[in-house]
C-alpha cells in the first residue's frame, strides 16, 4: 500500500520590495490581486479580439 504524502503549497507576491505569503495580504490587496490574475488571463485567451481593464476603483 502507499503511503499518502500531503503536498502544501504556498504563494508570495511582491509588495513594494517584499515578498509576502498571499494568506497575509489585506483584504483590498486580495481583491487587487484577483483583478490582475483574471484580467491578466482574459486578455492573453482573447489576445487580438478584446482587451480587458479593471473596473474604475479597483
Known sequence: MR???EIKTVSYVHV???LVCTDDLTPEQKVRLGTW???TYLN???????????????
Open 37 to 39: 490574475l483574471k484580467t
Open 3 to 5: 503511503k499518502q504524502q
Open 44 to 58: 492573453n485567451l482573447y489576445r487580438g479580439q478584446a482587451v480587458f481593464k479593471p473596473a474604475a476603483g479597483e
Open 16 to 18: 513594494g520590495d517584499k
